[in-house]
């Protein structure tokens, strides 16, 4: 009996676990199938890659776009100064008054700048975008509507809105600009990244210069040309500046924060003396050359027109015409060094510094060729307005690209928008001061030395790219990232990085782990259960 009974259990456990194998591989197999490729994730992945690319790119876009209306109102006193002197006179609109107007827009820029650069870096770029877009508009309003007791009243209110406008203007460059770099950063962007960001920003600020005068021309010529109606044509060119920014004001509305932002920001405790300490040598090369290159270009754009005017002959019958005609084409001649720019930078070999050590030999050589050859070449105007043209390309193929391109990716995302609105600051500090001595040196020394002595701050420039500009080639902007946390961490520092949108996100992602991971609990419960029921 005891032998029967030891021998049966062998045959029945055999059996059964035979069954039990079979029923258990038919199982798994059954259940392991729509978890290994189940279509509904292969389709997540698929909406969610495709939704943040379409997001990067609108991010680009929207961040980009929008600086027409900054190159727009930038180069808007070149014609301004001309028609402002024909209208009201040299007496009335005299050097003091025409550097007033001038300098407004400089100086609401370089306030703009840092407020805004801590504004984006702490509330966000969405935010401060938005914020930018809503002053341009407010500003551009008041300088249409600008009227005064007197034609001094007027000019004063003038320059109160131009303020304005340059507040939001040049919130715009930290705001935009660190937007548009960071959401460029993402893996299907990143190889092409100092391209594109050039072609967002620099492109657009350079071509406001010759849309400017278009948009001059047209309205000019609508008004019948010589000389009429020039308080419509003035007005009419300051309302048109309202509506670049609002043609994109929705879809900025609409735009999501940089995923790059959400994760780095720093929202307590901001560890300035930190961060001074470790970005010391790179601010000093970020605004020290950016100061250089406004220093010369801003009072060079916005006096270009008077300074040509001054070389077109004197029985021209449309003196006003003439000059924006030129000045038309200075601008047009400007915009190639953008694109080439934008091509040398992403070589391995020249990179963002070497790209900007180019544009300043450059803009030194074709300096003092104008300089030195004034004389004769002023009596060519349009020798002249080539060589005035490739001035400003020379510093569109360097400088003018590479200063925003270096600044948005040399510094960490945590405090970019800060120290990128800090570099531009300076910049229009030195815009300022330039725009204030260009008429002082102009009529003690000549319009030659305006020339020569950009010449000699090229040379400046590149002394300052050599020994303090960080050379870039396109990395990862985690990467320093990365480096700027563990410095924070290894001095001390305890905060906190990131936002709430990016902590939610992190939930999210570990829900849909968690999600994941129970699939695979009840698959294992389920081959477990199955052979128990199966004997059972």
Known sequence: MAAST????????????SVEKSA?????????????????????????NRRQRIADGFT????????????????????????????????VYNSTVSTRVSNALLVGEVIGMIVIGLTCDYMGRKTAIVVTTILIVLG?????????????????????????????????????????????NEKHLRKRRGAIFVLCTNLPLSFGNPFCVIVFLIVYAACGFKGQHLSTVWRTCMGIGCIWPLTVFYFRLKMAQPRLYTKSAIKKSVPYWLILKFYWRTIIGTAGTWFIY??????NGVFSGSIIATIIKPDEPDKLLKTAEWQL??????????????WLCENRVLGRKYTMLIGFALWIVVGLIIGCAYTPLKRSTGAFVFMYGMLSSSGNLGPGNMLGLVSSEAYATAVRGTLYGFSAAVGKAGAAVGTQVFKPIQGNLGDRWTFIIAAILGLCGVIVTLFFVPRLNGEDLEEEDVRFK??????????????????????????????????????QQIITETPNKMSN
Do not use: C
């Not at 258990?24 to 969610?48: G, I, L, Q, T």
């Not at 000019?155 to 600009?177: N, T």
């Open 6 to 17: 030891s021998s049966s259990i062998p045959d029945n456990v055999e059996k059964s676990a």
């Open 24 to 48: 258990s591989a038919e199982d798994y197999e059954m259940v392991h199938a729509p978890v290994e490729e189940n279509p509904e994730f292969v389709v997540d992945d698929v909406k969610r």
């Open 60 to 91: 680009v876009l929207a961040a980009g776009f929008a600086l027409i209306s900054d190159g727009y109102q930038n180069s808007m006193m070149t014609m301004m100064n001309v028609t402002f002197q024909e209208r009201y006179g040299k007496e």
């Open 140 to 184: 551009g309003i008041m300088a249409t509507a600008s009227h005064g007791v007197t034609t001094d009243g007027m000019f004063w209110m003038l320059v109160v809105s131009r303020g304005v406008i340059g507040f939001g203007s040049g919130g715009e460059y930290p705001a935009a600009s660190t937007s548009a770099s960071e959401a460029a």
């Open 294 to 299: 406004d220093f010369v270009v801003f009072p």
């Open 329 to 342: 084409l200075i601008g047009a001649i400007g915009l190639p060094g953008v694109f080439i720019g934008a």
């Open 486 to 523: 563990q410095f924070l961490r290894a001095h001390g520092w305890e905060g906190e990085f990131g936002t709430v949108a990016d902590k939610v996100d992190d939930i999210e992602e570990t829900t849909s782990d968690e999600a994941h991971d129970t699939d695979g609990i009840e698959t």
